[in-house]
């Protein structure tokens, strides 16, 4: 196994800059997410510490080697894709043993160290099948087995659930994420979806424009987002933020004023909809109407309008409003967070 330095990872395409001056530490055997949108850098790292990019300046150090120069073959990693990229005239057990195969190991080891990937994915009985007789769940289990045979010192996995179904999916990802603890391999796994990153994560790293935002452990980016940006993409529904002025021991918006201490100025409020209530006394932070109320089962989120202004708040199931009734919503006393209104950064809690 191999603890992961990148020294100011920077890449350029031209005039465009896919990835600034990255610096990041992954501990040997961590289970780390890069997570972000589409075009934020997060694919371009991990091909870089493949290598099968080059970075414009800037170091990969694997287990403390410098490996810029040396080829993707011989970086003991292995890659599990978003299109499984398996054989389709092979069997399952020969696209397993294909990465020992082209190593010339030994036919006899080989069988073995086959038989034990597959078990460790429940795929042993389905040896003898090809990729066509396979569910999409099976397919990328054989993918898993391929990149595991071998004991690289590396993961790397970019989007590997996002194939499957939403049922299939959730089911992977337990089963990933023990694979990862019992295996004990360090492990980076890009993705969008933030619920993945959440669910699977030691720590994320939250990139936007090329850029680090934040890095973290799950609950630590949830409950102190370091700016609006990392504050809107991590939780579903995401936090509401709310564009104000603190005046005069107030914070005014759309939705009226709050009595709130802090230095004058235009701010952004946040606060996440499980932290909001209605104000059965009229009383609340947030006054408007309802603009939408959806039904999830186990809640309801209730959108509440003021102007160019909205709240949701994640209510229990039985609550369910009337499109365009009066309410008025509380927030959660120490649960708001305060942003710099221009430059989105954190200023803290109230």
Do not use: W
């Amino acid at each position: 196994m191999a603890a992961i330095e990148l020294r100011k990872l920077t890449k350029s395409f031209g005039s465009y800059t896919a990835l600034d001056a990255l610096d990041l530490n992954i501990g040997d055997g961590e289970f780390l997410v890069l997570l972000g949108p589409s075009g934020c850098g997060k694919s371009t790292t991990m091909r870089i510490v493949a290598g099968l990019e080059e970075p414009s300046s800037g170091e990969i150090l694997i287990g403390g080697r410098r490996v810029n120069d040396i080829p993707a073959r011989d970086r003991d990693l292995a890659m599990v894709f978003q299109n499984y990229a398996l054989y389709p005239h092979m069997t399952v057990g020969e696209n397993i043993a294909y990465p020992l195969k082209i190593r010339k190991v030994a036919r006899t080891e080989r069988e073995e160290l086959v038989r034990a990937a597959a078990q460790r994915v429940d795929m042993a009985h389905l040896l003898t099948r090809r990729p066509a007789e396979l569910s999409g769940g099976q397919r990328q289990r054989v993918a898993l087995a391929r990149a595991i045979v071998r004991r690289p010192q590396v993961f790397l996995m970019d989007e590997p659930l996002s194939n499957l179904d939403a049922k299939l999916r959730t089911v992977m990802r337990g089963e990933l994420k023990n694979l990862q603890r019992d295996l004990g391999t360090t492990t980076i796994y890009v993705t969008h979806d933030q619920v993945e990153a959440m669910t699977l994560a030691d720590r994320i790293v939250i990139l936007n424009k090329a850029v680090i935002q934040q890095i973290g452990t799950p609950a630590e980016v949830y409950a102190r987002p370091a700016n609006t940006f990392v504050a809107s993409f991590i939780g579903s529904p995401p936090m509401n933020l709310l564009s104000g002025q603190l005046k005069d021991g107030s914070f005014v918006s759309a939705g009226g004023p709050f009595a709130l201490e802090g230095a004058a100025g235009d701010i952004t409020l946040g606060i996440r909809p499980e932290h909001v209530r209605i104000a059965s006394d009229g009383n609340g932070h947030f006054r408007g109407t309802v603009f939408s109320s959806e039904l999830l089962g186990d809640c309801t989120i209730l959108t509440v309008k003021a102007g160019d202004a909205s709240v949701a708040a994640k209510l229990p199931p039985e609550v369910g409003l009337e499109r365009g009734t009066p309410v008025s919503l509380s927030f959660e006393a120490g649960r708001m967070h305060l942003f710099d209104a221009a430059t989105g950064v954190r200023r803290g809690e109230a």
